[in-house]
Each structure stands twice: as structure tokens, then as C-alpha cells.
């Protein structure tokens, strides 16, 4: 007997079997089990099927299963809601918090949409989301796939955002200070990091800088606005980088600011260097959670014990940091000024911010407390003298 398909998502309808694509942005096996469902099932036994890992494939009306979709949004979040015992430390109260929202994913994950090979959708009331799917997932193939309603609504989502984009203010008045965030590329909403970069004094020589991880290309739009002759901005995401490409053309700085595919650093060194890794250690478990989670901080100690060797003469490197960790307890202070001591790298000087995200100031938020005390920083380095 040949193995299964695990990129196939198989199951019987109308006296026959069928399958199509699994697409999962955010790495989801492909279920095992699968129940047609429609408007007529109730919310209690569609979560009561979606616990249990069957994947419902929705053959009713499209708004319906939107519908559904936050019923069984509304149980979890009633579930979350139960008493439970304290929390021993922060740390635990993390790790609840996460395993809760990993629940919450896939849960919500297993109502899921047939999306046929032109990214239509043969629903009724079903809007058409071909750009939204085209944007994302590049032109159709003809090949039909499956996928979950909730990153189907993320798809829309985020196609609303590239339209618009966020404004920034330090980019400048309107309408030239807009970033266009693509799909799987997270938006700079978080403004107060961006103030920091904006009003750090710049080295002496400002004729080159580098952006490591540059995501929307945010930070290397904010060095070319305030003077850096060249920005090298670097990436390994390909949306990252064609975003990246996209808001430097927007924004008419493409000819200031060159988007390379490098892990980390680019060949040579450069007088600034400027890094906003992710701010959390931990495993990502979504599209958007690597800008968030960093396993085993990786991406910060990479940066930090290559730093050194990539700085110029008199260089500087900026490193943009949450201390959530350390209100969290997922790193200690002391373990962030090894990394600089082993890194041979000294503190210029720290410049601090207060988050002013709304759930800086959510009571409701499981992190509460310590979002609370949050502070982020802009870590001027500069290279231990030997």
C-alpha cells in the first residue's frame, strides 16, 4: 500500500472520493478526518467535531460559515474564561497563554473552504477574493485546493492593509508616509520603535547603513529619510523582500535603498547597522509569528556575535528591543548584556520608549501585567576597543 499524501486533503462526496490541495500558511497537517458540513449543522456539534480535529468542509452559504466561525470563537473564548489555578510564575503564564492560543488556531483552522483553481469560490454569497488569493499565493494554477475560513478572512485582511497601508508619521506628511504591509508580512503598527530609530543620533558617517530584516522595509525608508546616502536592507522571507522592493518604489527611495536576500548581514561592513529582531525566544507558530517568536533567539545572537567584525571604523549598530521577555521571564537581562560583552560590543547609550499598542493598556489581555511594565529600547552599540 503506498503512504499517504500529505500535501492532499481526501474525502467522500456524493458516492465518491474526492480530494484537493491542503494550504496551510501556517504548517497545519492536513486533517485526517473531514465532515461536510453546512447551514443547517449547529454550532455545538461543529465544535464539538472541530475539538476533535475533523476538518468541516463547508458546503452551505459563505456569510453562514463566517458566522460559524465566530460562534466557535465566542465557546473558546468562553472556555478561556473558566477559572483555573494560578499561575506559579510568568513564565507558566506564558506557556498557558500560548498553548491557549495554539488551541484557539486550530480549533478555528478546521472550518475549511474549497477554493477552486481560478481562486474562485462556487459558494452561495461568496465574495470574490481572486486578487486577495492572487496577492498571496501568486497567479492560479488551475488546480483546486483547501484552506482554512479563518486565513481566508486573514487573506482579505491583509489585502485591505495593502491597499490602504499605515501611515508613519515619521516618514513624513501624508501621502508620503505609507507603508504597504503584503501577505505574511507583518505591519509596522507598533509606531514607538520607529520614533526611537527616527531620533537616535546617526554616526558621523552617514553614507551607508544596513537594515537586517527588514520585513516592510520600514526602518530602511526612516534611514533614507533622514539622510543615509545608502541602505542595504536584508531578508530570507521572499515576501518580505518583494514587500520591501514594492515600498521603496511607493515611497520613490529605490534608488537610496537596495533590498538584498542575505541571512543576517550582507558582504562588507558599514558604519550603521541596525537590527529589530523578533522580540520573544520561542518556537513561531504562525505566518506572522516569525516577526514575533524567535526560536531559541536566534536572529538576536546572530546579530549580536557578528555585529563586531561588520561594524566599520567608529561604526555604530542599533539594536530595537521589547524587555517583555524579561517581564516574562523568557530572558534575564544579565543574559542580554552577555550577549554584548561576548560579542565584544559596549553601550553607548539606550534610548527608552513605553508602548502606546491598545493592549498596552487591555486589562483583559492574559498579559497584562506584564505588558504593563514593557519598555522598548534602542541600544546604541559600538565595538570594545582592543
Known amino acids: ?57 463547508w458546503r452551505g452559504d459563505f456569510q453562514n460559515a463566517r458566522q460559524l466561525l465566530q460562534a466557535l470563537a465566542r465557546r473558546l473564548d468562553r472556555a478561556a474564561r473558566k477559572p483555573v489555578a494560578a499561575p506559579a510564575t510568568p513564565a507558566e503564564l506564558f506557556y498557558r497563554y500560548r498553548q491557549a492560543q495554539g488551541h ?14 481560478d481562486h474562485g469560490i462556487a459558494l452561495r454569497r461568496a465574495p470574490d477574493l481572486r486578487a486577495a488569493c492572487g496577492e498571496a499565493w501568486g497567479p492560479p494554477d488551475g488546480q ?53 530609530i527616527a531620533n537616535a543620533a546617526l554616526p558621523a558617517d552617514t553614507s551607508l547603513a544596513w537594515d537586517i530584516g527588514t520585513g516592510t522595509g520600514v526602518i530602511a525608508a526612516v534611514l533614507a529619510r533622514r539622510g543615509i546616502a545608502r541602505t542595504v536592507a536584508t531578508d530570507t522571507n521572499p515576501r518580505a523582500l518583494a ?63 557578528g555585529l563586531r567584525q561588520r561594524l566599520a571604523p567608529g561604526g555604530q549598530g542599533w539594536l530595537v528591543l521589547s524587555d517583555l521577555a524579561e517581564h516574562l521571564g523568557l530572558r534575564a537581562r ?34 497584562a501585567v506584564a505588558r504593563g511594565h514593557e519598555v522598548t529600547s534602542l541600544w546604541r552599540l559600538g565595538a570594545v576597543s582592543l
Open 144 to 196: 483546486p485546493c483547501v484552506v482554512a475560513l479563518r486565513e481566508l478572512v486573514g487573506l482579505v485582511g491583509a489585502h485591505e492593509w495593502r491597499k490602504k497601508g499605515v501611515e508613519v508619521p515619521v516618514l513624513g506628511a501624508p501621502p508620503s508616509n505609507r507603508i504597504h504591509p503584503h501577505y505574511g508580512v507583518f505591519s509596522p503598527v507598533r509606531g514607538e520603535y520607529l520614533d526611537l
Open 334 to 367: 544579565d543574559d542580554l548584556l552577555a550577549l554584548f560583552d561576548s560579542g565584544g560590543l559596549q553601550v553607548i547609550e539606550r534610548l527608552d520608549v513605553r508602548p502606546r499598542h491598545p493592549k498596552a493598556g487591555d486589562a483583559q489581555d492574559p498579559l
Open 243 to 305: 514587500c520591501a522592493r514594492d515600498n521603496m518604489q511607493r515611497l520613490q527611495l529605490s534608488d537610496r535603498v537596495e533590498i538584498v536576500e542575505a541571512d543576517l548581514f550582507p558582504a562588507g561592513t558599514a558604519p550603521l547597522i541596525v537590527c529589530n529582531p523578533p522580540w520573544l525566544p520561542g518556537k513561531p507558530g504562525s505566518l506572522l509569528d516569525h516577526a514575533i517568536y524567535d526560536a531559541d533567539s536566534r536572529m538576536l545572537r546572530g546579530f549580536l556575535a
Open 104 to 117: 484557539r488556531a486550530r480549533v478555528l483552522g478546521m472550518l475549511v473552504i474549497e477554493v477552486g483553481g
Open 1 to 57: 500500500m503506498n503512504p499517504p499524501d500529505t500535501t492532499l486533503l481526501q474525502w467522500q462526496e456524493g458516492g465518491q472520493q474526492r480530494q484537493a490541495q491542503w494550504r496551510s500558511e501556517s504548517g497545519w497537517p492536513v486533517p485526517r478526518r473531514v465532515q461536510l458540513a453546512d447551514d443547517q449543522m449547529p454550532a455545538g456539534v461543529a465544535y464539538r467535531l472541530a475539538c476533535e480535529g475533523t476538518a468541516l468542509l
